[in-house]
């Protein structure tokens, strides 16, 4: 009886994430993220449709399970860490990283980023915003400019707003940002890092290594997008702990 119930709740979870990354495909870029849900939860149903023959098969079967907890523990890990806040709304700077873009039009990830940044930036009416993001495949102009018409659009003064427009990765956002705003201040700052929960761990490992002074500020993710977006997130901190960036 409970082999059965393992065997149909891992067959339907992962017909349900696939499910939920081809529903994303209509509103978010393909990327990484979407191969790894997509591996995962192939994975999910063939464990399901040979779970019999694994379990007489010891050690296969802790080294899947070893495998399993071991990704997950860190994707609870990632959404735990995220969701603490350690703003003091004190801050020098802001650092609002980028998340792909359409055409001209913010994703709903990124706008939750840039929402949590307004949100800031009322708090804190003294910090400067360095908006963060190059030209991506699938834009028509940089995320930096992008964000930056929302974040005016939203009621953040045109002047306190600094663009960066060049990178293509959450360690170049960072590398190029703390370029920008060593030139703006004369001596030690402090910035608080603004991205989604799950990116949060990897941001300000990638922050400090470059020997930023930071806090961090997490904004949420839609339901809808965990499977890919912490996938995704699981693989590149594994990369980060490997190979450092």
Request: net charge negative; glycine share 8%; hydrophobic share 50%.
């Amino acid at each position: 009886m409970i082999m059965k119930i393992v065997k149909t709740s891992l067959i339907s979870l992962g017909i349900f994430t696939i499910m939920l990354t081809i529903i994303n495909l209509f509103f978010a870029n393909f990327n990484f993220g979407f191969i790894m849900a997509i591996g995962i939860s192939c994975f999910f149903i063939a464990c399901g449709l040979l779970l019999e023959k694994l379990v007489k098969i010891k050690w296969l079967a802790f080294c899947v399970l070893a495998g399993s907890l071991f990704i997950f523990g860190t994707m609870v890990f990632l959404g735990i860490y995220g969701s603490i806040s350690t703003a003091t709304f004190n801050e020098d700077a802001v650092i609002v990283l980028g998340a792909g873009i359409k055409g001209e039009t913010i994703p709903r990830m990124l706008a939750h980023r840039l929402d949590r940044a307004v949100e800031y930036s009322v708090q804190n009416p003294y910090a400067v915003i360095v908006v963060s993001g190059g030209l991506g495949s699938e834009a028509d102009i940089t995320e930096a400019l992008a964000m930056k018409r929302y974040l005016v659009a939203n009621g953040v003064p045109e002047e306190r707003i600094i663009k960066e427009e060049e990178s293509t990765s959450t360690f170049e956002n960072l590398a190029f940002s703390k370029e920008i705003l060593d030139t703006v201040f004369d001596e030690q700052y402090k910035i608080v890092i603004i991205t989604n929960n799950f990116h949060i761990f990897r941001s300000v490992q990638l922050a400090r290594s470059l020997g930023l002074d930071v806090n961090h500020c997490g904004a949420v993710v839609d339901v809808i997008s965990v499977p890919i977006n912490f996938s995704r997130e699981v693989a590149a901190v594994f990369q980060m702990w490997v190979f450092g960036i």
